[in-house]
C-alpha cells in the first residue's frame, strides 16, 4: 500500500488564492478562481486531474503492452478535462484522452494498439477514479 498526499490551502473568500502542493515537494502552485475560470495565470483542479490520469493511463498501458510481448518506444498522452461552470454548481462532464504510442516486437498492429489502449482507459486506476464522469472518449494513434 502507498498514501501519497496533496493539500490545499487558501486565504480570503472566494476572489482569495490558493496555493496546491505535493508532498513529494514536485507540485508547489498558485490557483484561483481566475486560473480555474478565466484562464489566469496559476493551475487548477481539472488541470491536475488531467495530467494525473494522462500519466496513470500511460503507465498502465506501457504495462499491458509490455505484457503482450511488445516494445515501447514512446507513449504521449494527453488527458483533457472538460467542465461545466453550470450555473455556479461546476461539473466535469467530458473527459478526451489522446494517445500515441511508438511500439515494436510481436507483431503488433493498429487494431492490437487501439485494443490495448481502451482497456488502459477502462482499468488504468485513475480512470476507474474518474468513471462518474458523464462521457470519457479515447482517441488512439498507433505510430509504429
Excluded at 90 to 99: A, G, K, L, R, W
Aim: proline residues 4%; charged residues 15%; hydrophobic residues 30%.
Amino acid at each position: 500500500m502507498a498514501d501519497h498526499k496533496g493539500t490545499a490551502a487558501w486565504t480570503g473568500d472566494i476572489k482569495g488564492s490558493g496555493i496546491l502542493t505535493t508532498e513529494s515537494g514536485a507540485l508547489n502552485a498558485p490557483y484561483s478562481v481566475g486560473s480555474r475560470f478565466e484562464g489566469k495565470q496559476g493551475t487548477n483542479p481539472e488541470e491536475l486531474i488531467g495530467a494525473a490520469h494522462a500519466g496513470c493511463y500511460t503507465m498502465y498501458l506501457t504495462s499491458v503492452l509490455t505484457k503482450h510481448g511488445h516494445s515501447v518506444q514512446n507513449i504521449k498522452t494527453t488527458s483533457t478535462v472538460t467542465m461545466n461552470p453550470n450555473n455556479g454548481h461546476p461539473v466535469i462532464e467530458h473527459i478526451h484522452v489522446s494517445t500515441e504510442g511508438h511500439v515494436t516486437g510481436g507483431n503488433i498492429t493498429a487494431d492490437d494498439f487501439q485494443k490495448h489502449a481502451e482497456d488502459a482507459k477502462e482499468n488504468c486506476p485513475v480512470s476507474k477514479v474518474l468513471s462518474a464522469v458523464p462521457k470519457m472518449t479515447l482517441e488512439a494513434k498507433f505510430l509504429g
